[in-house]
């Protein structure tokens, strides 16, 4: 009996060990992807957030933001799907097709066009991967809670770029 516990419990420490790692993996693969982006274009969001949050990235250090697209690394943005998708093929062209007709990013295609209260997305420019997103619900519609969604966004990917 004796014998059975100790297999299980080492089965059990394996599994664990296992797990962390795959998380630890996973987290790591998604702080690289943010890791290599310096520069951001911020596009127009709901309620003027873009300039909050250009103003919070550049103010607290986390992304240097850039004015002219073509010189962003990826793109800051509260909605993704058809229009996200109009938007950067205006901006950066479309992306090539492969040898097989299929478009060479793996981005997937979320949603429609219509934009969804409280959510963020910073894409790669290039890959058009979303490389980090975040939810934050406002609580309303005036400037000090656009404010406050700025501050807490540009927080918790500072938060991430650190390590922290």
Known sequence: ??????????????????????????????????????????????????????????????????????KADAVFTDHVGEAFEKSMDELFGSIPASKDGAATSTFARVGGSVRSRGTFFLVDRKT????WSDEENPKGTDAKETRRMAWRIADHLGKLLKGK
């Open 128 to 131: 058009r991967d979303i490389a």
């Open 1 to 70: 009996m004796t014998c059975k516990v100790t297999t299980m419990r080492r089965i059990l420490i394996k599994s664990a060990v296992c797990g962390a790692m795959v998380c630890g993996c996973a987290i790591w693969g998604i702080a690289a992807n943010v890791q290599s982006v310096k520069t951001v274009y911020v596009l127009p969001m709901a309620n003027g957030l873009d300039q909050y949050l250009a103003a919070r990235l550049t103010a607290t250090s986390v992304m240097q933001v850039v004015t002219d697209p073509q």
